[in-house]
């Protein structure tokens, strides 16, 4: 099995790179949530993960596809 590593957007934080506390703060007499790094990817908004070498050579071939349609 041929598997290379490929990142992607992350699961926790929908690539944002912060997620929403439990801790709120006030501000202008507005209440606003506090974020925090995402634990999962450290704030980078990106995770690792494995494919099979297969699987990207589909991919590839979909967006080319899709690029020549356009």
């Not at 992350?10 to 209440?31: D, H, I, K, P």
Request: with cysteine.
């Amino acid at each position: 099995m041929n598997q290379i590593p490929i990142k992607t957007a992350c699961r926790s934080c929908q690539g944002g790179g912060y997620v929403q506390s439990e801790e709120t703060f006030v501000l202008a007499g507005r209440t606003h949530h506090r974020f925090v790094r995402c634990a999962s990817c450290e704030g980078s908004g990106k995770e690792l993960c494995w494919i099979e070498l297969e699987e990207l050579v589909m991919m590839v071939r979909a967006i080319a596809a899709e690029t020549q349609t356009e």
